[in-house]
Structures are given as C-alpha cells and as structure tokens.
C-alpha cells in the first residue's frame, strides 16, 4: 500500500485471537495505529469489534474489514474520492468469492446470489456483507450502534436493513474485491458454527424479514431429506431445533 494511502488512514485493529499481541511493534507509517486485544471471553465476534471501533475513532466515516478480506488500494481511493461530495450513509464495494458475487446483493428474496447489484446508488432492496463496508459515524450513533442480537453472523443483514429502514444511500462502487464465505462451504463448518449460522439465520428473518420465513422454512426442509438421503442426520437435527427453538 502507498505511503500516501498510509498516512491518510486511522488504523484499530480489534484482536479476537488467542494471541495478545499488544507488545508487538506496530507500523509507523499510518495517521494513527490502534491495537486492542479482546479478553472478553464472552463475546468473541464482529460486533463488539464494531462497537469498539464505532466509539473510538475521531472521524466522521470508518471502513469494516476482517481478516480474510484483500482490500485494493483502487478501492480506497474510489470511497475518498466519493466521500469529498457525496451524500451517502454508506459506501461498499462488489465483493466476489472466486467467480461468484456475494455482496452487495438483493434483500427482497433469501436466494441473494441470484441477484447482485451493480455499481450505484440504492435506498431499497440491497444487502451485503460488512467487510468494506464503509460508514457514517454520525448514523451509526444515531440508531444506537451495533446491535448485540448478532454477535457475528448476520449482523451485516441487520445493518443493510437498519440502512434501508431509514431511507439511507448506499454507494456501490465498481470495484471488485475478494473474500471468502463460509456459508458457501457448508461441507467445510463444524457443527457448531453451522448452528451459530443457522440460528442467526432464523433468528433474523423471524424479527426483521418475517415476510421471508416461509421461504426460509422451506430451504430448510430441503436441507433436512437432502441430509436424510444421504445419511447424515445432524443438519436435520440442528435445523429442527432451530425451527421449534429449542437448544
């Protein structure tokens, strides 16, 4: 990344790792460079790293980033570019894993993939993930910060919802970049995080989409024999649980 790029960026890195790296050099080529180790061991996700970095940073707009996503430095220029005179709430780029666009996408349906949006302005019927996703302090504050109902999965959906809720404009911006999701690999979870996906797949379309619930029962069921029919009875099991609430 350019020196010039460098010196125009506040940096907080908000550690969930096992590793405290806090007595490690950190880089003096950025504006600023904040480390903090998180030692809740009760919350260990996106949204306390959200929460933090929402209350301490001094500017008006910051950019969501985890770890796995490869950020270009033609991106970063596009969203200084758009925030000298644009008046947005919002600003994210077309994300791709391998060939296929995962974000941004359409919200009025769960098959999300089938529809991805191209670069423009929306105030309706997106949604996406919040790895570059760029935002406003200032609304961010006003609806009260990041929600403690999605400690990590589907907390993206909740911010694109809380954006459309309130008639905010979302910048897409034609610049591809590249982030794996672990929902495309489903083969590849363990059990556990495929419950913590699913439950928070519920849990959100039952509290904020109930108009997609059916649609939602429906894929399940088709994951549920998908899953009898090929001998493996944990997805059934999980996803019951889930529909009748039970843990």
């Not at 209350?55 to 596009?78: G, N, P, S, V």
Request: proline share 3%; charged share 25%; glycine share 4%.
């Amino acid at each position: 990344m350019k020196s010039s790029i460098k010196e125009s960026l506040n940096v907080i890195i908000f550690d969930n790792g096992s590793i405290n790296f806090s007595s490690e050099k950190k880089p003096s080529d950025f504006s600023s460079i904040v480390y903090y180790y998180n030692q809740n061991n009760e919350e260990r996700g996106t949204r306390i790293a959200y929460q933090y970095a929402l209350q301490e940073t001094k500017d008006e707009w910051f950019m969501l980033l985890d770890d796995d996503t490869r950020i270009t430095e033609t991106y970063i220029y596009k969203v200084f570019e758009e925030l000298g005179h644009s008046q947005v709430s919002a600003i994210c780029p077309q994300i791709f894993d391998k060939e296929i666009q995962i974000s941004p996408t359409s919200s009025e349906t769960i098959k999300n993939l089938k529809y991805p949006k191209k670069a423009g302005n929306y105030d309706e019927d997106i949604t996406g993930i919040s790895s570059g996703l760029v935002l406003s302090k200032l609304f961010m504050t006003k609806i009260g910060g990041f929600t403690n109902e999605f400690p990590l999965d589907y907390l993206d959906h909740w911010i694109f919802w809380q954006l459309r809720r309130h008639h905010q404009i979302i910048k897409v911006i034609d610049e591809k970049i590249y982030h794996q999701l672990s929902v495309q690999r489903l083969e590849e979870l363990s059990k556990s995080r495929f419950v913590k996906i699913f439950t928070a797949e519920y849990y959100y379309y039952k509290n904020y989409q109930p108009e997609h619930l059916y649609s939602i029962r429906k894929k399940y069921v088709r994951m549920i024999v998908k899953g009898w029919l090929k001998g493996n009875t944990f997805p059934a099991k999980a996803l019951i649980k889930i529909i009748l609430g039970k843990k």
